[in-house]
């Protein structure tokens, strides 16, 4: 062989097993929501973010970003992925503070009511369950932090390497998905760009950690914004709670701590009168929006989906209280006019292109369910 | 008789036995080169030879015959 | 998914299974041992490792069968020699060779057949007797009884037939009979093919070593990627709980996937085996040769399980048909029917016999023979027409590519029919597949339903509810494996032909072979492999 042809294979060589490499290191699950709102927060630029929501879905098909900026000019996002458990938030918190500096972190208190309640049809509690715990590990970047969460997270017993390394879990569905999007690409649902081969092309999230979601379901709201009882958090799950809030003070952050609008239980209430309590205590601000019900002005018999998430009319809604709300309370900044914040104008005529589709879907759907 | 009568004798049961009259055999023909010479055929062939010069193969020459040279060479042996 | 296991990765969890990382360990050890002790000792550091891995990959008290038909055999071996050599008659030479013979058949008949000879004594006893009696015994058969048998009776009756020079070493002669890469699942070497090789000295050669690794990684890609996903979907559309379900196109399709399960089993261990020797500079014989390019049956097992193939019929067809019964046989049927007949009626009665035992030794079974006596049947119909097609289609006058492919694809589906019989599990089964699967209404009702089934397949349930993923990897992985396939038969095997580059090319290779098991095959924790098929012989 000549010294050329040697020199030509090594590098061919070397570049394909950085390739390959960097495929198996980054490989996650296929795409979903949570996937693009984890990924889509390395993609904003630095310290860009005024506010940072963190939370389950009752965070990412609650607050449109794009709207809190329409009406007041201030950014934030989504850092939220389904079920997410509870204690995944001081993480979040610790991952996004390595490129953000949010003038105010909003938490979203629904995983810890629903943290040690067992899985729907299954065994395991809500914050042991594989699917919440890969929702947010599986999408995180390789970090000591990521290998901590899991760590805690993974109940004894079960391999942890299959955390360590999503592709051990989800090689086999590799290629069905590669598959799915380029079929998706030539139908034209996906862009070209949407493509993420070797993991390292860290999507921006247009939409800023929202999801749309396009049915309506009537349902029934019961007021217990009188009830004062307390049902303290026991256990493991009380252990995460005070956690968080010591890591808060100790990072000197002062979150708002909020409760979403949706069909509470008095159950529910009562615990979260007891977070309240606690969360008071370490001088921190908590909101149940379930108390000021009538203020948010949820027409409960079509702005919801189900019990517990509501749909595109009820999210612009909750979005309105909400980001006023805290423009007044905060003193958030306006960031309208200034070149930097270019591509948020750019994001939000998107956004209100799929809104209004989405509105227009639910009044589809809703007369067809009526008739 | 000497190597070539063998040969003649040899190249005419090849004939009968593979119904081919244009065979022509040289110290390096293997069974490779003539269609039909498989392992049952080769049976065959050996009995017919055998046969033929009245003399008998051992198990050690059937199997261990890997060309037509060979074979002659054994034949010739047993003269 | 909250499985709550040892994760395993789905490699199998039998200690030394070849498939497994134990394995690589054990020979990643012994290769280095062989390498860094002196020269000298690099056969005996062989029989160690054999030792070992017998005793681990096994029952560890099953080694006492081993050493029993390896004793017998090398002393008969060498008394034949010293017999001869002494003069003496031929009857008593015969004698020694005849019970060493015997004593190693019976030590397989009794560890493999025993419960197949009790259950059809105790079958005609019930039919004769009116009682039910049902005799059987639970002896754990020994690791690789089958293949170290064939290779140890090939030994003697080789010295018998003057053919090789006993090995009056008894380690030596041991170590030919358990070199551990070929105790699981053969191939079934001949003595003067390996013994040069086994006691020769072996200098590193580092291209020995890349190509044996480079097999290696080949062997579980054929293994964890086509084996296991085609497993996965022979078994749904296969499925013997559900039997009755099981017809027409469905069962078809399954034992397609069934035949392409084997393929990707037996050769990927085959690779495995022979990359191991390689790693220690030993070339073994070939095992497979392109199969599915068979233009004929015959043909085909010439290129599948070619060592049992040729072991059948240096010592059994031919040593049948050159006895005294046979050719007295022949001479009595030449008198009453001519000579050509005769050939004919001895050589079919020969292969009857031959592939009864073929079929036999794959396991003490009816469907087992039934699977050789199938093959046979094939044979000599295909032999008897043969004349027919000739005169009336002048069959051998055409070779286009076309007709090429016709036969290609007849002597897989012949191959097919006969690993029904294989699978079982039992010959009443067999039959009852076979029926179900091609009744013409059958085959008509299914394909009917199957785009359908096509449709909905994505949702269906199979065991994790993947069937569409493991449907969308078996392709992918069939795929590359015919790429690699046709391009090895322009340019040669790949391992060889990596020998003239570089080393990191070389091992840019291995890694691509993984990282393509990596995203196709089938492992993980809460995975169970697949048993591999012919490691039970």
Known sequence: MTTREKIFETIISVLLICAMAATLGSYTKARSYDRDNIVGLYAEKKNSLDMIYVGGSACYVYWEALRAWENYGYTSYNFAANTLTPQSIKYCIQEALKTQSPKLWVIDLRPFQYGNEKKKNGEVLNMYDEVAIRNVTDNLKHSTLRKELIDISVPAGQGKMEYYFPFLKHHSIAINNLLRDCFHVFTGELNFDDLVFFGFQNKKNTLKGFAFINKTKAMDFTDYSHITETKPLQGVINEYFIDLLDYCKSVSIKPLFVVHSYCQKEEHKQKFNYMKQVIESYGFDFLNTNDYYQEVGLDYSFDLYNENHVNVFGAEKYTDFLSAYIKDRYEMPNHRGDPDYAEWDTCLNEFNARTAQAKREILIYAKESNE | ?79 | ?537
């Not at chain 3, 008897?384 to 007849?410: C, D, S």
């Open chain 2, 1 to 79: 008789m000497n190597r070539n009568e063998i040969l003649d004798k040899v190249t005419q049961i090849f004939h009968d036995v593979f119904d081919d009259d244009s065979i022509v055999l040289t110290d390096e023909t293997t069974a490779k080169d003539i269609d039909d010479w498989d392992s049952l055929t080769h049976i065959t062939l050996i009995s017919e030879i055998e046969e033929a010069f009245n003399m008998k193969f051992s198990m050690k020459d059937v199997l261990g015959m890997k060309n037509v040279g060979e074979m002659l060479d054994i034949l010739e042996q047993h003269q």
């Open chain 3, 1 to 537: 998914m909250c499985v709550l296991e040892e994760p395993g990765f789905g490699l199998s969890s039998n200690v030394w299974s070849l498939f497994s990382l134990d394995f690589l360990i054990f020979l990643a050890v012994s290769v280095l041992f062989f390498y860094l002790l002196p020269r000298k000792m690099q056969w005996i550091v062989l029989l160690i490792a054999s030792i070992i891995f017998y005793l681990f990959a096994g029952t560890p008290y099953t080694i006492v069968y081993l050493m029993a038909s390896t004793l017998i055999t090398w002393k008969a071996a060498c008394r034949i020699s010293d017999y001869r050599e002494a003069g003496k008659e031929n009857y008593i030479i015969r004698r020694v060779y005849l019970i060493a013979l015997l004593s190693n058949i019976l030590i397989l008949a009794a560890l493999k057949y025993a419960n197949f000879l009790l259950g059809n004594a105790s079958a005609i006893v019930s039919f004769f007797g009116g009682t039910k009696v049902e005799w059987s015994v639970s002896w754990v058969a020994a690791l690789g009884i089958s293949y170290y048998t064939l290779q140890i009776i090939s030994y003697i009756t080789d010295c018998y037939w003057e053919r090789i020079e006993p090995q009056r070493n008894y380690a030596k002669f041991a170590l030919f009979s358990c070199f551990f890469p070929q105790m699981v699942s053969g191939p079934i070497s001949r003595y003067d093919q390996l013994n040069a090789q086994l006691y020769a000295q072996h200098e590193f050669k580092r291209n020995n070593l890349m190509c044996g690794l480079i097999r290696i990684s080949l062997g579980f890609f054929k293994k964890l990627v086509i084996a296991e996903n085609f497993n996965r979907l022979a078994q749904y559309f296969f499925d013997l709980e559900n039997s009755e379900h099981t017809y027409g196109i469905y069962a078809i399709v399954g034992i397609g996937c069934y035949v392409i399960e084997l393929y990707g089993d037996f050769a990927g261990c085959m690779d495995i085996v022979i990359g191991s020797a390689k790693c220690f500079g030993i070339n073994m014989v070939e095992n497979f040769n392109r199969p599915f390019t068979s233009v004929t049956i015959q043909e085909f097992w010439q290129r599948w399980h070619i060592t049992l193939g040729t072991w059948l019929k240096d010592y059994i067809m031919y040593p049948l048909l050159r006895s005294k019964t046979f050719q007295k046989i022949g001479k009595y049927i030449k008198k009453t029917h001519g000579k050509q007949f005769s050939q004919k009626t001895t050589t079919y009665l020969a292969m009857l016999i031959l592939w009864f035992c073929m079929g036999l030794w794959h396991g003490g079974g009816w469907n087992y023979i039934a699977e050789g006596i199938w093959f046979w049947l094939v044979i000599v119909l295909g032999q008897i027409t043969e004349p027919f097609f000739n005169r009336v289609f002048h069959a051998k006058e055409h070779t286009g590519r076309l007709m090429t492919l016709f036969r290609q694809t007849r002597t897989t589906c012949i191959y097919a029919v006969g690993v029904v019989f294989f699978r079982g599990p039992d010959l009443t089964d067999a039959v009852k597949t076979i029926c179900r699967s091609l009744s013409p209404k059958n085959i008509v009702n299914s394909l009917y339903e199957f785009p359908h089934f096509i449709y909905i397949a994505k949702d269906l349930e199979l065991n994790d509810g993947k069937l569409l993923v493991y449907l969308i990897n078996a392709f992918t992985g069939f795929a590359i494996f015919i790429l690699l396939s046709l391009w090895e038969k322009k340019h040669g095997k790949l391992q060889d032909t990596l020998t003239c580059h570089t080393l990191i090319l070389q091992i840019t290779c291995i890694l691509s072979v993984l990282f393509a098991i990596a995203f196709l095959g089938v492992y993980g924790s809460g995975v169970k492999p697949s048993d591999f098929i012919y490691g039970g012989f």
